[in-house]
């Protein structure tokens, strides 16, 4: 059986000579940087469908918004080898002496998949869209402290400066989100407010109307099946990898869609997927059996710390166009009664 698991290449890229490069450091590597490889499809998958492309609507933990748009990170990306935020598509950043005033200045050279720039204005605008409560945006509450807004605004094209009410242990990340493109979604705001913006971007959009500032772009989509996407050449033009070359290394994504985690393992040992992450020690004797058997040419790879993906069941505590959902699910008995049906 050919080969089915493979790491997944670090979603680092390289820049143009008028970009503001972002470098993967070389200790997030597994493989030293100079000897990946390149092409091919990375293939992965997800155990219920999508609802939605719109990144100001979507209520799934594994999106495709997330996929296009914010999979690598955001202003800030958390280093998962010293457990801190460092500036991505900020460059650098500064605090006030009273730590409630941040100033951001932008990563130079970034551009959506359309070859559009990546300013200011797409910040602000979608954090206009994100905390606007008729939208029902699932990061909301998360720019509000005690209830007053954090403010955001446009210093110039290059530069965004975020005003907090109060001192907050996790400004750096409520600031690590990411911005959807302003040249798409402003001008339906202005017009329609959040009515429009919540009719943007179904799964029935054409892909090309779809724009991604991550190392990949939405391709296709197919109920129950599958979602596609393409390497996003323009993200290549501001991140490198350590040996300073351009990302993503392989030419696209493949996310099938399966009922459960037996299915994934099933696809996983029948060849079709490229990772699986084991979730009891039944399915990691599969995998092991396979591998020792010869039958899987694969590799394990142990005590790597906890899975950084979970599932979970949320409670949309901002669900404004459905009083009855909403008193629900802020009612502390009904969470306390679903914790205790849930296994």
Known sequence: MKKVLVALAAMALGSSAAAQAFVFPAKWYGTPAAEAKRG?????????????????????????????????????????????????????????????????????????????????????????????????????DSFFIDDKPVRLEKVDNDTIRAIFPKVAADAIEVLSFTASPNHIFGPVYASRGAAGIKAMWTLSTPAAQVVSSGAYKFASYRPGERATFEKNDFFGEWNKDAAGAALPYTEGRTISIVGNTAAQLAAFLGGSLDVFAPVNADQLSQVKRAIDGGGLKAELRANLGANPTSQWIVWNWNRKADPFKQKIFRDPNFRRAMSHLAN
């Open 40 to 140: 091919g499809t990375y293939r992965s998958s997800v155990i219920s469908d999508y609802k939605t492309l719109n990144p100001f609507t979507t209520a799934e933990a594994n999106n495709i918004p997330q996929t296009i748009t914010d999979a690598t990170g955001g202003l800030f990306l958390f280093d998962v080898s010293t457990g801190d935020y460092i500036p991505y598509m900020a460059a650098s950043y500064t605090v006030s002496a009273d730590k409630l005033v941040w100033t951001m200045n932008l990563r130079k050279g970034m551009k959506w998949s359309d070859g559009k720039p990546i300013t200011a204005d797409d910040y602000v605008t979608s954090f206009k869209i994100a905390t606007d409560e008729d939208v029902g945006d699932n990061r909301y």
